[in-house]
């Protein structure tokens, strides 16, 4: 059974529009929360995180929301540029069990038409 | 320009075969992680190291995979025999452990196993 859940395979926004990508989780321990993103043929890079203290991380056009009563996560791109194209991963870790464990869900694949 | 590299970057091979990935982590990185790249599951951990030795592979399966660190500079993912089921994407991936912090983990580009 998956921990972390990415329910929408993928997504097409428009260039200088919001892209909103969801994430879901099951397990009340994950207390640190991050996004990675892939390009083809190339291994996940980190994006952005968010600890289980806070409920908004901001880093320029990425912006991450975490609702821990809902146990959902977003990560909005604002302005959704054409390089934004990837697949996106949500993933999620207890750090009082180990930070170095993280689950990955299945990611979203986001595609910035021009 | 410090990077994990992993060869081979493609394999294809016939069911039955012995199959081994290789990993060479970011120098000074003390955890080693290897993840499996499916369409259904996403990526999934099969296993990771620490300082060179085995923290958890419960998500290997045991009977046929194995994951060993024979030194520092080398992290190696064996499949024995492959079968098409195991046909994916496999990462390697290095970090600095952190006891009271999450830290980045880095990803090497993959190695593409076609299993027939």
């Known amino acids: 059974d998956q921990q972390v859940k990415q329910n929408s395979p993928s997504l097409s926004v428009q260039e200088g529009r919001i892209s909103i990508l969801n994430c879901d989780y099951t397990?009340?321990?994950?207390?640190?929360f991050l996004w990675y993103k892939k390009y083809p043929a190339e291994g996940p890079t980190f994006l952005i995180s968010?600890?289980?203290?806070?409920d908004k991380n901001e880093d320029g056009r990425f912006t991450v929301f975490l609702n821990k009563s809902a146990k959902h996560l977003s990560l909005h791109i604002v302005p959704s540029q054409p390089g934004d194209s990837a697949v996106y991963f949500c993933?999620?870790?207890?750090?009082?069990?180990?930070?170095?464990?993280?689950?990955f869900g299945p990611g979203t694949s986001l595609s910035v038409i021009p | 320009d410090a990077r994990v590299t992993q060869t081979p970057r493609d394999k294809v091979t016939e069911m039955g075969q012995e199959v081994t990935m290789r990993c060479q982590p970011i120098?000074?990185?003390?955890?080693v992680f290897w993840y499996r790249q499916t369409m259904m599951q996403g990526l999934e951990l099969l296993a990771y190291?620490?300082?060179?030795?085995?923290?958890?592979d419960s998500g290997m399966p045991k009977d046929r995979f194995s994951a060993e660190m024979p030194d520092a500079t080398l992290a190696t993912l064996k499949i024995q025999p492959s079968e098409p089921r195991d046909s994916a994407v496999y990462f390697c991936?290095?970090?600095?452990?952190?006891?009271?912090?999450?830290?980045?983990?880095?990803f090497g580009p993959g190695t593409r196993l076609t299993v027939l």
């Open positions: 397990n009340s321990m994950f207390d640190y």
């Open positions: 991936a290095s970090g600095l452990a952190g006891a009271r912090s999450y830290n980045e983990q880095f």
């Open positions: 968010i600890s289980s203290i806070k």
């Open positions: 190291f620490r300082n060179r030795a085995p923290l958890d």
């Open positions: 120098l000074g990185h003390n955890t």
């Open positions: 993933a999620a870790s207890e750090g009082k069990t180990s930070y170095d464990k993280v689950i």
